[in-house]
């Protein structure tokens, strides 16, 4: 699971490992399996990794180029995180620059990631729909899944803009995207 972020401390962790990056688009992902930092130019992708200390120091490692032409990184296969380590990403695919990926320690992640947000039944309804299908099709959808009503389904839009997680149009905010990833 992906979230979205604009914690100062992701950003400050961002522009050590990659100073010259200017996007906004920048994720974490909390990850308890082995992480596979091989980086291959193909077709015009490819993830450049740095491994970062979370406690602010300048200490860093940057995985080397790999090709059919380098040797190969013995390992960069199957990367263990450890807590205070992190794994940070600048992808590119097809020559698009896709953002940073940071991938953290379960046990970094209450301070990197932001609070989980508790959310009523039909406010998981009108997140997940809105997440998930084009405009026309959200509350067509979710009435036929759910059997929400028009007069829930638009109450609920307003809550959810008045918390901040949709925007007045209808739009699902960086928060409100976080708040319906794991539903």
């Known amino acids: 699971m992906r979230i979205f972020t604009t914690n100062s401390e992701v950003l400050a962790l961002t522009k050590r490992a990659f100073p010259d990056y200017t996007g906004k688009k920048i994720s974490i992902e909390v990850c308890s399996t082995p992480i596979d930092v091989r980086s291959y130019w193909d077709g015009g992708s ?58 953290i320690h379960p046990e970094n992640a209450p301070k990197l990631l932001p609070p989980k947000v508790d959310l009523t039944s039909d406010e998981k309804i ?30 609920t839009k307003k809550l959810l803009a008045s918390r901040k997680l949709m925007t007045t149009a209808g739009a699902l905010t960086l928060e409100g995207r976080n708040a319906a990833a794991p539903l």
């Open 46 to 103: 490819r993830t450049y990794f740095k491994f970062m200390k979370l406690d602010g120091s300048a200490d860093s490692v940057t995985v080397p180029p790999q090709s059919a032409f380098d040797a190969k990184v013995q390992g960069a296969e199957a990367v263990n995180l450890v807590p205070g380590l992190a794994c940070v990403s600048h992808i590119y695919f097809c020559g698009e620059d896709l953002g940073i990926n940071i991938y």
């Open 126 to 155: 009108v997140l997940k729909y809105t997440r998930s299908l084009k405009a026309h099709y959200r509350f067509e959808y979710a009435s036929r899944d759910t059997g929400i009503t028009f007069e829930c389904w638009e109450a």
